[in-house]
């Protein structure tokens, strides 16, 4: 199993591009979560999904979207990029609230 | 609401030296309590879990205790390696699958 992976590993946008941040797993977890990790501040959800085509907000949704059309697909979405969105982006996926599997992070700057 | 506060790093130690993270959390109910490492460039794994008061988690000589009483999952080892460097992150888990994560210590283990 490959678990969680994700692309690319490092990106750096203008401000006002826009991209896509994409997060795929192959164990079948229903629930999956994308992160972002600023130095000092450990790990704010941004979304998450229980399911296909179920989302929810976590605690910092604004200037991003995701969809969940497949099990194993989530990806985010970045409309209109700020430097206030610079940061490490972390995806994960758990089968239960127990345990959550992180991939290895996209590195994003925005200038 | 729920959070988690980590004593603050970095923490910086001579190899076989004892390590004590301290991390001490707020939530309602009963959650689940996490400690979490990340290695440089890479993305979390669990270290080890707890999910009931005076539960202890143990893990490649690392062990923490679920302390109802003092809210608190302290991180332990007896002697830590020059490997152990990495980031520590402590978590609290809630109802709907999602964790709280705290701000990370950076660990330093010298040779």
């Known amino acids: 199993n490959a678990g969680v992976t994700q692309t690319p590993k490092f990106r750096i946008l203008k401000i006002g591009q826009s991209m896509t941040l994409q997060c795929t797993q192959d164990?079948?977890?229903?629930?999956m979560y994308w992160y972002r990790q600023d130095p000092g501040m450990g790990l704010k959800l941004i979304y998450y999904?229980?399911?296909?085509?179920?989302?929810d907000k976590g605690e910092v949704p604004n200037g991003y979207n995701v969809s969940r059309s497949t099990t194993e697909d989530f990806p985010l979405r970045l409309e209109l990029a700020a430097p206030s969105q610079t940061s490490v982006y972390f995806c994960?996926?758990?089968?239960?609230?127990?345990?959550?599997?992180f991939g290895p992070g996209t590195r994003l700057t925005v200038l | 609401g729920n959070s988690v506060t980590q004593m603050e790093g970095p923490v910086t130690l001579s190899e076989e030296a004892f390590l004590t993270i301290n991390c001490t959390y707020t939530?309602?109910?009963?959650?689940?309590l996490f400690w979490y490492v990340q290695y440089p460039g890479e993305g979390l794994q669990l270290l080890l879990k707890?999910?009931?008061?005076?539960d202890k988690g143990s893990n490649k000589g690392f062990e923490a205790t679920y302390r109802k009483e003092t809210t608190s999952f302290h991180l332990e080892k007896g002697s830590v390696q020059v490997s152990d460097s990495a980031v520590y992150f402590c978590?609290?888990?809630?109802?709907?699958?999602?964790?709280?994560f705290g701000a990370g210590t950076i660990l330093r283990v010298k040779s």
């Open positions: 707890a999910t009931k008061a005076d």
């Open positions: 939530a309602t109910g009963y959650p689940s």
């Open positions: 999904s229980v399911g296909a085509g179920i989302t």
């Open positions: 164990m079948n977890h229903n629930y």
């Open positions: 994960a996926s758990s089968l239960s609230y127990n345990e959550q599997f």
């Open positions: 978590a609290l888990g809630t109802n709907g699958n999602k964790l709280v």
